[in-house]
T-cell receptor, first 113, second 109 residues
Framework: EADIYQTPRYLVIGTGKKITLECSQT?????MYWYQQDPGMELHLIHY???????EKGDLSSESTVSRIRTEHFPLTLESARPSHTSQYLC????????????FGPGTRLTVT | RKEVEQDPGPFNVPEGATVAFNCTYS??????FFWYRQDCRKEPKLLMS???SGNEDGRFTAQLNRASQYISLLIRDSKLSDSATYLC??????????FGTGTRLTIIP
């Protein structure tokens, strides 16, 4: 089993609230990723990081932001949640070099009412 | 046109049968190829990498055809536990993965 964790697993929140989705890994991986996946649809990369203080936007435009202050931690923040943000958010990590296998966390299922 | 295209299925296959999926990719410069498996409401997990010479892992065989820009996955002697969505994944050297929509497979007892 991969040592990558996400909290909360489920979140139901009202419009306009600020939320932070947590992602941590204990594998020492430099690379971390955030994906968004709607039911029955493909994963879309929204953010990635190749190490501390490195963050990049992914292929899908997102109103969220990320930070990478510590290797093991890669939180995603939405300043003002909207119903259009309702989706599943998956965090992943991989070791340097590669491309190597990406290990995924269990995901956060977000519902914005 | 999507960068990675898969037949979404669903494929409903009797237990013990052989089933094959194809996946096409649009960028001829693609370098690495994978099949991931995603169970319902779970995270994706690597099933196998796909090498130019083709590779086999037990009941699973993956093939790559660069000329026609497609990869395939063959499952022999299918088991009930093979029921899942199979994701075709392609990279273009920058180590970002591009996922297909996935092919949903259900094995019927």
């Amino acid at each position: 089993e991969a040592d990558i964790y996400q909290t909360p697993r489920y979140l139901v929140i009202g419009t306009g609230k600020k939320i932070t989705l947590e992602c941590s890994q204990t594998m020492g991986h430099d690379k971390m990723y955030w994906y968004q996946q709607d039911p029955g649809m493909e994963l879309h990369l929204i953010h990635y990081s190749y190490g501390v203080n490195s963050t990049e936007k992914g292929d899908l435009s997102s109103e969220s932001t990320v930070s990478r202050i510590r290797t093991e931690h890669f939180p995603l923040t939405l300043e003002s949640a909207r119903p259009s943000h309702t989706s599943q958010y998956l965090c992943a990590s991989s070791q340097p070099g590669g491309p190597y296998e990406q290990y995924f966390g269990p995901g956060t299922r977000l519902t914005v009412t | 046109r999507k960068e990675v295209e898969q037949d979404p299925g669903p494929f409903n296959v009797p237990e013990g049968a052989t089933v094959a999926f194809n996946c096409t990719y649009s960028n001829s410069a693609s370098q690495s190829f994978f099949w991931y498996r995603q169970d319902c409401r779970k995270e994706p997990k690597l099933l196998m990498s796909v090498y130019s010479s083709g590779n086999e892992d037990g009941r699973f065989t993956a093939q790559l055809n660069r000329a026609s820009q497609y990869i395939s996955l063959l499952i022999r002697d299918s088991k009930l536990s093979d029921s899942a969505t199979y994701l075709c994944v392609v990279t273009y050297g920058n180590e970002k993965l591009t996922f297909g929509t996935g092919t949903r497979l259900t094995i019927i007892p």
